[in-house]
């Protein structure tokens, strides 16, 4: 079992910068692809950004596309976010997940393991 520890999470201004964070322990990701979702009070969790096992293909949903990055250090065993240019319909709570196959996925029942979240509050 795999467990996901999201960081990074916090309050920025409309138009900055947040790195999210996903630790992994308990067992290698390095099979898994990842991805990042995101929950806004009242919505519908959705996916944000996903990458297959060895970090060659990704996908992010239309609304983040230009603005926010995701990347993997299998040998640390991590998965980021980079959120740039960040509005405020940008506020959700963020979560790590993993799904324990290799391709892609953009639904969230296809992943396994999650984290707990990591709260992202843009304001205006």
């Known amino acids: 079992q795999v467990q996901l520890v999201e960081s990074g999470g916090g309050l920025v201004q409309a138009g900055g910068s947040l790195r999210l964070s996903c630790a992994a322990s308990?067992?290698?990701?390095?099979?898994?692809?990842m991805g990042w979702f995101r929950q806004a009070p009242g919505k519908e969790r959705e996916i944000v950004a996903g990458?297959?096992?060895?970090?060659?293909?990704?996908h992010y949903t239309d609304s983040v596309k230009g603005r926010f990055t995701i990347s993997r250090d299998n040998a640390k065993n991590t998965v980021d976010l980079q959120m740039n240019s960040l509005k405020p319909e940008d506020t959700a709570v963020y979560y790590c997940?993993?799904?324990?196959?290799?391709?892609?996925?953009?639904?969230?029942?296809?992943?396994?393991?999650w984290g707990q979240g990591t709260q992202v509050t843009v304001s205006s």
């Open positions: 990458i297959s096992f060895s970090g060659l293909t990704t």
């Open positions: 308990g067992r290698s990701i390095g099979s898994y692809a």
């Open positions: 997940a993993a799904r324990h196959q290799r391709s892609l996925a953009t639904n969230a029942a296809e992943f396994g393991s």
